[in-house]
């Protein structure tokens, strides 16, 4: 792309120069004024000829034929650069289309988001923050430039569509997100995408309370109402500040922040079985441990010094990212 927006540059700095040297030229050899100069240049050099100002003398006839040849090697130029610039950005849109589809076909365990509107850029901004492979289902073309300029994985077409999600991978898939603009868009797709994968996990928007049962039924695992999301984050706000507060500080994506995560524990953690006292997790990286999440879904809260890390628990801490992410190599290597 860069180079053509050069050779588009280099064109009418060229033009210019061509027509500049040519009308310099018949008001030198022949007298003319300029205005008779550049219309004789401009007929000439774009090969029109349609009458001549007035007669020209034998260096003004030699000076033409001159002109000639330097127009028509020059709108031989010219064509072969428009030429190239509309192939490439053909070959360009064509081949990266093809590089995003090999490389959407090759995800496994990633997130579906169907929708890119104000709710689906947001979720997917925030989801980037982490290693976390997610494609896109958009069938607003206006909305290709946004996907674009983000630079997210994405596919053209309707959410609904069984081939359009069993080409975002949904199979392999670990979860979707429902996003779309309407509560019916969205218990359509829900029902479409339990029917292909069985195990998804699926997050459905919902917009009025009463869409909320249908989205449950259709197969929805989690149903968010932003509307009820954004009025409870406001009384929150009024009823417990400094609580708030502390949220958005721990939920901040800056990493000299205190934030709040959720680490896995893998079966080849060192510190599997091993005791909170005798971690050294609070000496060594200055971490706080606020909950462990039983394989069996039970949460410990406020884990006691004798309570050990068990394989496929989920640990919640509290402390800088830096000191997170190294806590994350211990306990997920």
């Known amino acids: 792309m860069e180079n053509s927006i050069h050779n588009i540059i280099r064109v009418c700095l ?95 365990n990633h997130y579906i988001i169907c929708g890119y509107g104000r709710i689906g850029r947001v979720l997917c901004k925030k989801l980037r923050t982490k290693p976390i492979d997610l494609v896109v289902i958009e069938k607003d073309q206006e909305q290709v430039s946004a996907m674009e300029e983000d630079q997210v994985p994405y596919i053209c077409g309707d959410a609904a569509v069984e081939a359009v999600l069993l080409k975002a991978g949904i199979e392999k898939a670990k979860g979707l997100v429902a996003a779309l603009a309407t509560d019916t868009d969205n218990v359509f ?22 869409a909320k049962t249908k989205l449950t039924a259709a197969g929805a695992d989690r149903v968010e109402s932003p509307y009820a999301m954004g009025a409870a984050s406001m009384a929150q706000r009024i009823l417990r500040p400094t609580v708030t507060s502390f949220l958005d500080l721990a939920f901040a994506d800056r990493p000299k922040d205190i934030q709040m995560e959720e680490i896995p524990v893998s079966p080849d953690s060192e510190l599997v079985n ?14 706080i441990i606020i909950a462990m999440k039983k394989a069996d879904g039970k949460m410990l809260f406020n884990p006691s010094f004798e309570a050990r890390f068990n394989a496929g628990e989920t640990v919640i801490a509290v402390g800088e990212a830096g000191n997170l992410q190294k806590l994350e190599k211990i306990l997920n290597p």
Not at 189 to 210: C, D, F, S, Y
Not at 277 to 285: A, C, H, L, V
């Open 14 to 108: 060229i033009s210019f120069a061509v027509v500049l040297a040519g009308t310099l030229g018949y008001m030198i050899v022949e007298g003319w004024s300029f205005l008779d100069a550049f219309y004789m240049t401009m007929i000439t050099v774009t090969t029109v000829g349609y009458s001549e100002v007035r007669g020209l003398t034998v260096p003004g006839r030699i000076y033409t034929i001159f002109l000639i040849f330097v127009g028509f090697g020059y709108f031989v130029y010219v064509a072969g650069v428009v030429v190239q610039f509309m192939v490439e950005g053909q070959i360009r849109a064509v081949l990266g289309r093809r590089i995003l589809d090999r490389k959407i076909k090759k995800m496994n």
């Open 189 to 210: 797709l829900v029902l479409t995408a339990r029917q292909l994968n069985p195990h998804l996990t699926i997050i459905a928007r919902a917009g009025h309370e009463a």
């Open 274 to 287: 091993v005791m909170l006292r005798d971690s050294g997790i609070r000496q060594k990286y200055n971490l």
